[in-house]
């Protein structure tokens, strides 16, 4: 079995950043794999990306660059659970986790029995096929001890019962969904970690993560090394650099204002004034 080096570096208190990905592109998760990304946050809630044959590419692609995988889900459903960790994804992110009972069946679905309900089956990719030295009894016990289950924390309903939901065993980190969180609270706020009420739900996440010794994962918005290290200090150990499209696009944008539109407007100028205003 592949060692969870992403669950490694989490239990051993180590900040890891990672980037989510939304176009299910395995050169890209190669490119963040390669310039020293520790995971890729493969989306497929909100992609149309599904648990099948194309993530188990990503995921190979995350493997070839040495970069750790966490699959977000569409639903708190077993299969979709059990088919992304036999792809071999190192963890899950389960969307709209609002009480004890969600998050008890997302860690029932992601463990075997006597632990779970977890499907068996040697034959895939995260059991290598069942293929040379394979020991059924190690893969069992091994999956168990190592499958990450992450809730999602962006419902109102989550806070409200907060407290019976991190006490749940079982909890590898949990991930602060703001921009949910606010539509959720009725407030049309698109990654606002600086808005006065998400940060108070963010802070009463914090204090209570802390009590439990959960680790947290939040995107850092805006995407600035000061927004990190409050993070950081606010025990955030996984750092969400945004996503592939928000960056791309981020890049395209500068190009077009610091280079094509200046250029385009002085090769105006000149040849209107017939002088080379470059």
């Known amino acids: 079995m592949k060692e969870n080096h992403l669950k490694r570096a989490i239990d051993q208190g180590?900040?890891?950043?990672?980037?989510?990905?939304?176009t299910a592109s395995p050169v890209l998760v190669e490119v963040l794999g390669?310039?020293?990304?520790?995971?890729?946050?493969?989306?497929?809630?909100?992609?149309?990306?599904?648990?099948?044959?194309?993530?188990?590419?990503?995921i190979r692609a995350a493997e070839a660059a040495n970069i750790s995988t966490v699959v977000r889900v569409k639903a708190n459903?077993?299969?979709?659970?059990?088919?992304?960790f036999e792809a071999g994804a190192q963890g899950v992110i389960i969307p709209h986790v609002k009480s004890r009972a969600d998050?008890?069946?997302a860690i029932r679905s992601a463990k075997f029995p006597p632990r779970?309900?977890?499907?068996?089956?040697?034959?895939?990719?995260?059991?290598?096929?069942?293929?040379?030295?394979?020991?059924?009894?190690?893969y069992i016990e091994y999956s168990n001890q190592n499958t990450m289950v992450i809730p999602l924390a962006e419902d109102k309903?989550?806070?409200d019962n907060i407290d019976e939901i991190i006490d749940v065993d079982g909890i590898s980190a949990v991930n602060f969904g703001p921009s949910d969180l606010g539509m959720s609270l009725g407030l049309p706020l698109l990654y606002q970690l600086d808005s006065p009420i998400i940060k108070e739900y963010f802070n009463k996440l914090s204090t209570k993560a802390r009590e439990k010794n959960i680790p947290l994962m939040c995107p850092v918005a805006p995407p600035t090394l000061e927004k990190a290290k409050e993070l950081v200090e606010k025990g955030v150990r996984m750092l969400i650099l945004r996503n592939d499209i928000f960056n791309f696009q981020g890049i395209c944008q500068q190009l077009i204002t610091n280079i094509i539109e200046p250029l385009k407007k002085s090769l105006c100028l000149y040849m209107e004034g017939g002088e080379n205003m470059l």
């Open 77 to 84: 459903d077993e299969a979709m659970i059990r088919n992304a």
């Open 103 to 105: 998050v008890e069946a």
């Open 116 to 138: 779970g309900i977890r499907g068996t089956a040697a034959e895939v990719r995260s059991a290598c096929y069942g293929v040379g030295k394979f020991s059924w009894e190690e």
């Open 157 to 159: 309903e989550f806070f």
């Open 34 to 58: 390669y310039c020293g990304f520790d995971f890729v946050f493969i989306d497929t809630e909100h992609s149309a990306l599904s648990v099948d044959m194309r993530l188990e590419h990503l």
């Open 14 to 22: 180590c900040i890891v950043a990672g980037m989510t990905l939304y």
